[in-house]
C-alpha cells in the first residue's frame, strides 16, 4: 500500500524559512516524479515544485528564487526548503507522487503570519 507522510510544516514569520519532508512507502521510489502542490481556503490546489526521476526541477512562477525542491533516493523522501515565506504561502501542502499510478499525501498546514 502506497503511503506518502509529510513532515515539517507550521508557523512561521513573514519572511522566514521553513522546511517539508515527504517520505513514500510501497512505491519504487526513484522511478517516480515528486512533487509538492498547495490549496489555499477557497482556492484550486496548484503546483508549487516538481521534481523528475532525474532530478529535473520545476516550480510555479510565484515560488521561483525562495523556494527548492530535492529528493534522496536512498531515503525515499522529498524535501521543500521554503524561504522568504509570505502570507500568501499559507496553505495545505500536499507530497504527490506519479509515474504508472499517482498517489497524494494528507496534507501539511504552512502558515506564514506575524
Known amino acids: 500500500q502506497v503511503q506518502l507522510v509529510e513532515s515539517g510544516g507550521g508557523l512561521v514569520q513573514p519572511g522566514g524559512p521553513l522546511g517539508l519532508s515527504c517520505t513514500a512507502s510501497?512505491?519504487?521510489?526513484?522511478?517516480?516524479?515528486m512533487g509538492w502542490y498547495r490549496q489555499a481556503p477557497g482556492k484550486q490546489r496548484e503546483l508549487v515544485a516538481a521534481?523528475?526521476?532525474?532530478?529535473?526541477?520545476n516550480y510555479a512562477d510565484s515560488v521561483k528564487g525562495r523556494f527548492t525542491i530535492s529528493r534522496d533516493n536512498a531515503k525515499n523522501t522529498v524535501y521543500l526548503q521554503m524561504n522568504s515565506l509570505q502570507p500568501e504561502d499559507t496553505a495545505a501542502y500536499y507530497c504527490?507522487?506519479?509515474?504508472?499510478?499517482?498517489?497524494w499525501g494528507r496534507g501539511t498546514q504552512v502558515t506564514g503570519s506575524s
Open positions: 504527490h507522487a506519479k509515474w504508472i499510478h499517482e498517489d
Open positions: 521534481i523528475s526521476s532525474g532530478g529535473t526541477t
Open positions: 510501497g512505491i519504487i521510489f526513484r522511478f517516480y516524479v
